[in-house]
């Protein structure tokens, strides 16, 4: 059976709806907190498929999470070797500055319910499973897209997601959102992210019990997609 790690930074951000179509895939899924983990001696070669997920931190935030230093460092090392890894928001982010792409803070945070604009490479790419689904947005940092990248999709404000040939695949929303009952420890824990962008817990609360499921079926079936192509 093939192995999958994936690499959590809080309890709340896991892999969600993700978690189907990777199994459905072969797939064992191991779980491993990336500030316990002793990031410097992660083997992060043997696995088969590496997922690593969003948290409240940037990437820049080094001096209160010196562990980001080290979590780089390990990716960075996968990516040398072109083995299979997906990134989703921090995790997305954490992928381009270990490619050495520019990761700030943006003009202003997207919370919410927003669709998608791909390119025309995101049109051809897995990513075409989403164009006529809203996405659930929750970050207020941005990346540059990598040299060797491919820009997949944006919003007004953000770069949204790159590929890097067949294997490595960044994606700044949140498509494996939607059915999971952790959404509720987004709305309690980001209160005052969700009143800065004038949005209130309950309308985010209906928005994804409304479209939630789509999004979450339309990002399964571009991981099913993403996964058959990997080289």
Same mark, same amino acid.
């Given at each position: ?108 945070? %997207?919370? #919410?319910?927003? &669709?998608? +604009? $791909?390119?025309? /490479?995101?049109? @051809? ?5 989403? =164009? *006529? ?62 009143? %800065?962008? #004038?949005?209130? &817990?309950? +309308? $985010?609360?209906? /928005?994804?019990? @409304? ?5 979450? =079926? *339309? ?13």
């Amino acid at each position: 059976m093939k192995r999958a790690l994936v690499i959590r930074h809080v309890d709340h951000e896991g892999i969600a709806g993700y978690r189907e179509p990777i199994e459905a895939a072969g797939y064992d899924i191991h779980r491993v907190a990336a500030h316990h983990a002793g990031c410097a001696k992660l083997d992060i070669l043997s696995p088969d498929l590496v997922v690593v997920m969003g948290g409240p931190m940037g990437v820049y935030d080094i001096d209160h999470y010196p562990w980001l230093n080290d979590e780089i460092a390990v990716l960075r090392r996968r990516l040398a070797a072109d083995r299979p890894i997906l990134g989703v928001c921090l995790g997305g982010q954490l992928i381009a500055a270990a490619l050495g792409a520019q990761v700030r803070k943006g003009p202003a945070r %997207e919370i #919410g319910f927003a &669709p998608l +604009a $791909l390119t025309e /490479a995101g049109s @051809a790419s897995p990513l075409r499973h989403l =164009a *006529a689904t809203e996405m659930l947005h929750w970050h207020g940092d941005g990346f540059d897209v990598p040299d060797g990248a491919d820009l997949l999709a944006t919003t007004p404000l953000y770069a949204q997601a790159f590929a890097r040939g067949r294997n490595v695949l960044a994606l700044q929303f949140h498509a494996e959102m939607g059915e999971d009952e952790r959404f509720e420890h987004w709305l309690v824990n980001d209160a005052g992210d969700i009143a %800065e962008v #004038g949005e209130t &817990p309950d +309308a $985010l609360r209906a /928005a994804h019990d @409304a479209k939630g499921p789509a999004a979450v =079926a *339309a990002g399964r079936a571009m991981i099913t997609e993403w996964l058959a192509g990997l080289a």
